[in-house]
């Protein structure tokens, strides 16, 4: 049996798929122009938040940006910070936005991305780095559109009636 039990994945599961979505945020993307990135760790944090709001939430998401951060050999908290500002929002919404329809949710997602992707820009003024670029901008019309791909695969077989 795939779930550990009728209501709740397995932590491992949770965990395995962040560690996924981090690899897939470093692959580079050149061969679609860079234009083409959705943010695999927001998505997959997102939909956690979504499914088990009384497990994952802001520290998974400091945990999974803490992550990224490690892979792109960046500053420290830099991903770690929006990451966990995902994690609250997605956490209090969790039980509005899980009961729209799928289009709906798309929308919800790009603003939770975009409220990361800002978070991102602050601090890169902040810190007077070069901003962001116009493919940095586009990642939470990027990760609207893979929502449904996320949701369909991390979703158990049990409920995937629902998107059908």
């Given at each position: 049996?795939?779930?550990?039990?009728?209501?709740?994945?397995?932590?491992?599961?949770?965990?395995?798929?962040?560690?996924?979505?981090g690899s897939l945020n470093i692959l580079p993307m050149g061969w679609l122009g860079g234009f083409f990135q959705p943010d695999w760790v927001a998505l997959v944090l997102i939909f956690w938040c979504f499914w088990e709001p009384e497990r994952v939430g802001p520290a998974t998401g400091w945990c999974a940006g803490l992550l990224l951060d490690l892979l792109t050999g960046g500053l420290l908290g830099r991903y770690a910070l929006g990451k966990t500002l995902v994690g609250f929002v997605a956490n209090k919404v969790s039980l509005r936005l899980r009961v729209y329809p799928l289009w709906q949710q798309c929308v919800g997602v790009a603003l939770l991305v975009a409220l990361d992707t800002a978070t991102h820009a602050l601090i890169r003024l902040l810190l007077d780095e070069e901003p962001l670029t116009l493919a940095r901008w586009l990642t939470p019309m990027a990760s609207m559109l893979m929502w449904p791909?996320?949701?369909?695969?991390?979703?158990?077989?049990?409920r995937q009636h629902r998107y059908r």
């Amino acid at each position: 049996m795939l779930l550990g039990s009728s209501t709740q994945r397995p932590t491992w599961i949770i965990v395995v798929s962040i560690a996924l979505a981090g690899s897939l945020n470093i692959l580079p993307m050149g061969w679609l122009g860079g234009f083409f990135q959705p943010d695999w760790v927001a998505l997959v944090l997102i939909f956690w938040c979504f499914w088990e709001p009384e497990r994952v939430g802001p520290a998974t998401g400091w945990c999974a940006g803490l992550l990224l951060d490690l892979l792109t050999g960046g500053l420290l908290g830099r991903y770690a910070l929006g990451k966990t500002l995902v994690g609250f929002v997605a956490n209090k919404v969790s039980l509005r936005l899980r009961v729209y329809p799928l289009w709906q949710q798309c929308v919800g997602v790009a603003l939770l991305v975009a409220l990361d992707t800002a978070t991102h820009a602050l601090i890169r003024l902040l810190l007077d780095e070069e901003p962001l670029t116009l493919a940095r901008w586009l990642t939470p019309m990027a990760s609207m559109l893979m929502w449904p791909l996320v949701v369909v695969v991390l979703t158990p077989r049990s409920r995937q009636h629902r998107y059908r």
